[in-house]
């Protein structure tokens, strides 16, 4: 079984604020490491992604940060806005066709 | 550019009546994938298909459910004798091929299925 545990299950940010979403996998063979966004009614949208070989990647106020000997991966938002209030996903891969969702985190930034 | 389509988005069925849920992918892509999202979770692959060629589908049910990805057409998602446990919403992705660093895939909106 692949075994992915994402915290916390919601989120609650002012405006402005960080917020942090953090994944946990047990399997050593994931190689791809993306973060999904979710909106109501709506199919999972790629936000960002990673591969192991680095640490880190931003894209705008967009960061993961990827610790492999800890297996864990986390998504930084910066400067919080209440557009960004939606649900996400970690969704590690290790064959790009399969991927692992985590149970998901429902983030609200309050204005 | 059109996205990945599914029809329908909402569909309600009594329990034992056949669901059919179609995914037609983006222009170019070949490759399909469905996914199911149970109320409150995160989505469960089901299957992997190519045009005319089921690559991986050990997701999918034993029983009741079969996915087909014909030469012509769009791939259809087909739930047999369906019961409350198959309410759910039914995502499908596609990509151009297989899926590198380089790419990804792209989901569709869903189609959310209500067994009464």
């Known amino acids: 079984q692949q075994q992915v545990k994402q915290s916390p299950q919601s989120l609650i940010v002012q405006k402005g604020g960080i917020s942090i979403i953090n994944c946990a996998y047990e399997n050593t063979a994931f190689d791809y490491f993306p973060w999904y966004q979710q909106f109501p009614g709506k199919g999972p949208a790629l936000l960002i992604a990673i591969r192991p070989d680095v640490s880190e990647k931003k894209e705008g106020r967009f960061t993961i940060s990827f610790n492999k000997s800890a297996k864990q991966f986390s998504l930084h938002i910066m400067d919080s806005q209440p557009g960004d209030s939606a649900t996400y996903f970690c969704a590690p891969s290790y064959n790009f066709n399969k991927f692992y969702f985590g149970s998901g985190t429902k983030l609200n930034v309050k204005p | ?116």
């Open chain 2, 1 to 116: 550019n059109a996205g990945v389509m599914q029809n329908p988005r909402h569909l309600v069925r009594r329990r034992g009546q056949e669901a059919r849920l179609r995914c037609s992918p983006m222009k170019g892509h070949s490759h399909v994938y469905w996914y199911r999202q149970l109320p409150e979770e995160g989505l469960k692959f089901m299957v992997y298909l190519q045009k005319e060629n089921i690559i991986d589908e050990s997701g999918m049910p034993k029983e009741r459910f079969s996915a087909e990805f014909p030469k012509e057409g769009p791939s259809i998602l087909r739930i047999q004798q369906v019961v409350r446990g198959d309410s759910a919403a039914y995502f499908c992705a596609s990509s151009p091929t297989t899926v590198t660093s380089g790419n990804t895939i792209y989901f569709g909106e869903g189609s959310w299925l209500t067994v009464v």
